[in-house]
């Protein structure tokens, strides 16, 4: 079981990113997705979640309105769309997945399986 993120990258502050995560090795169409991301000398802190049929969302309140999780069922890929970035948005972004029902999402400890992280650099 892997996930795979990638679209990380330098983009001034406004500006755009897309985040994708690949998941393989299994279908996760019926697990919980979610991107978590960990700032320069900070713990990991959750960022987006979204319930295995993309009916339910769930947004950090300092990325609500600018950030939007979605997933390709058929891809087994989940994306986030980060728009008017913020330098303070800066860090490694991660994706997390667990095949527990949607709830307490937040929460890094419920999820078993992590992506190897890509970094967003927002500079000012």
């Known amino acids: 079981v892997q996930l795979q993120a990638s679209g990380g990258g330098l983009v001034q502050a406004g500006g755009s990113l897309r985040l994708s995560c690949a998941a393989s090795?299994?279908?996760?169409?019926?697990?919980?997705m979610a991107w978590f991301r960990q700032a320069p000398g900070k713990e990991r802190a959750f960022v987006a979640a979204?319930?295995?049929?993309?009916?339910?969302?769930d947004y950090a309140v300092s990325v609500k309105g600018r950030f939007t999780i979605s997933r390709d069922g058929a891809k087994n890929t989940v994306n986030l769309q980060m728009n008017s970035l913020k330098p303070e948005d800066t860090g490694v972004y991660y994706c997390?997945?667990?095949?527990?029902?949607?709830?307490?999402?937040?929460?890094?400890?419920?999820?078993?399986?992590w992506g190897q992280g890509t970094l967003v650099t927002v500079s000012s």
């Open positions: 090795g299994r279908t996760f169409s019926n697990y919980v």
């Open positions: 997390a997945a667990d095949s527990m029902a949607y709830g307490s999402v937040r929460l890094r400890t419920r999820y078993n399986y």
């Open positions: 979204i319930s295995w049929s993309g009916g339910s969302t």
